[in-house]
């Protein structure tokens, strides 16, 4: 399967952004995640990239969305199938996950397939990594403006994952 071509920028008028602008408050964690976890998202399409192969049939489903897809299905606990719907039919998902309003879903079974490849290709750590990478900067930002050391703890890489959750919720949502 082919790595589709990413848009970064979709039309005005199927924005959920610009469409359905008062049904999400800025403190809303769709809204959150949109603005803060969709772009270091985008930001790992090239390593995403590298588990395809180019022109080699069809695209597939663009992974940056399946990345953030399992971000949300793991967060809000739901299995392969209702993750699937949740994409096509929660208004909120498609504003987190930048799509357009009247975009379609895909088959439960690709989130299935797009963890094989992340694991066959090692990078099943990699939303994990860029999230941390984010909160590192933020923290040691935040440390240099005021002249003290970091109060933030990140999870050591051995912790499970619903540490993680924990932590991503205090630290984002």
Same mark, same amino acid.
């Given at each position: 399967?082919?790595?589709?071509?990413?848009?970064?920028? /979709?039309? &005005?008028?199927?924005?959920?952004?610009?469409?359905?602008?008062?049904?999400? @408050? @800025?403190? @809303?964690?769709?809204?959150?995640?949109?603005?803060?976890?969709?772009? &270091?998202?985008?930001?790992?399409?090239?390593?995403?990239?590298?588990?395809?192969?180019?022109?080699?049939?069809?695209? /597939?489903?663009?992974?940056?969305?399946?990345?953030?897809?399992?971000?949300?299905?793991?967060?809000?606990?739901?299995?392969?199938?209702?993750?699937?719907?949740?994409?096509?039919?929660?208004?909120?998902?498609?504003?987190?996950?930048?799509?357009?309003?009247?975009?379609?879903?895909?088959?439960?079974? %690709?989130?299935?397939?797009?963890?094989?490849?992340?694991?066959?290709?090692?990078?099943? @750590?990699?939303?994990?990594?860029?999230?941390?990478?984010?909160?590192?900067?933020?923290?040691?930002?935040?440390?240099?403006? %005021?002249?003290?050391?970091? %109060?933030?703890?990140?999870?050591?890489?051995?912790? %499970?994952?619903?540490?993680?959750?924990?932590?991503?919720?205090?630290?984002?949502?």
């Amino acid at each position: 399967m082919s790595l589709p071509k990413f848009e970064v920028q /979709g039309s &005005l008028f199927e924005s959920l952004e610009w469409a359905a602008a008062d049904l999400f @408050d @800025d403190k @809303d964690k769709y809204k959150v995640f949109a603005r803060k976890i969709w772009p &270091l998202l985008a930001s790992c399409r090239e390593e995403l990239a590298e588990c395809y192969e180019p022109e080699n049939g069809r695209p /597939g489903i663009e992974p940056v969305v399946l990345l953030g897809v399992l971000i949300f299905q793991f967060l809000e606990r739901v299995p392969d199938r209702q993750a699937a719907e949740l994409v096509k039919y929660h208004l909120g998902w498609k504003l987190a996950l930048n799509l357009r309003l009247g975009a379609g879903g895909f088959h439960p079974t %690709s989130l299935v397939h797009f963890r094989q490849r992340l694991v066959k290709a090692g990078k099943s @750590d990699l939303a994990l990594r860029a999230v941390l990478r984010a909160l590192e900067q933020r923290s040691q930002s935040s440390s240099q403006k %005021s002249g003290r050391w970091p %109060s933030l703890s990140l999870p050591s890489s051995s912790s %499970s994952a619903k540490a993680l959750a924990r932590f991503v919720r205090a630290n984002i949502f």
